[in-house]
């Protein structure tokens, strides 16, 4: 039989998303619906390891839902990886009161969780929060609507100085392994080409597509790209290779960075945020345990951590035909 619970833990772990903070304020609001007691640790596992929390009520989270970031803070933690750290997170849950975890952010959090649920029989359930949107088991991650909204208004803005001194921009964004952010957002924005990990293009084939861009007749071009291609060994020597073999082109960089990772999330991510939340309170209070909340055909549906990491989520190839048709 189930233990039950009455005191649930919340962190947000990894790098940060917008969304985030209406992720933390579902968790406690739905605790607080449930009269179940809500902690929060601050710099995700570091923060467990530490006994670093505070007792969240409703009140606690009031007009964060707008917010970037994380009012949890968030870290990475190499001590966490030891069966040592993870021990000393044990400890500081026990001393804390908790009998269940929601984990917000991606893979290495659940990847944590995961083992850490398997060796101290703590409930865990993961809520995928990181802007890559390269998490299995759910078609959106939260976080990610909100960055490809900031890019897209970035590359619009870039377009503007690009049409003006008839410029090639390559602009890199976010996505060491996954290419969501490029590919969806080179759409939006109209780019002329699209470079993502998934996708080996190649040298030629760019050079080729520039070219074409030019003799039909436009004066400057937008190139999206993942900051994980594997073209080249990064978009300066990409830029400089283009210099070399196009010099009628004035070629510039843009590297967008850490920008796309904050600003006010978007009504897309803040809804999704709240319903996967409510769902994982929800999920801990009925006994279950180890799964991941997502959503699938826009239900919110579980699986477990395996599939989520593991699990085969690729990107869209008919978005890749669709640029090439309208890049023309």
Known sequence: MAKKIKTIGVITSGGDAPGMNAAIRAVVRTCAYYHIRCVGFYRGYQGMIEGDYITMNARSVQNIISRGGTILKSARSQEFRTKEGRQR???????????AMVLIGGDGTFTGGQIFSEEHDIPVIGVPGTIDNDIAGTNFTIGYDTALNTVVTAIDKIRDTASSHNRLFFVEVMGRDAGFIALNSGVG???EEILIPEEDLGLDR???SLKRSKRSGKSSSIVVVSEGDKIGKNVY?????VTE?????DVRVTVLGHMQRGGTPTCFD??????????????LLDGKKNLMVGLLNNEVATCDFETGLKG???????LLRISDILSI
């Open 89 to 99: 997170a044990a400890d500081s849950l026990k001393e804390a009161g908790v009998d």
């Open 189 to 191: 924005a109209g780019a």
């Open 206 to 208: 760019l050079l080729e």
């Open 237 to 241: 020597e990409l830029a400089d290779y």
């Open 245 to 249: 073999n196009l010099p009628d082109y």
């Open 270 to 283: 803040r809804t999704l945020a709240s319903r996967l939340c409510v769902k994982a309170v929800e999920l």
């Open 312 to 318: 085969e989520h690729t990107i869209n190839k008919e």
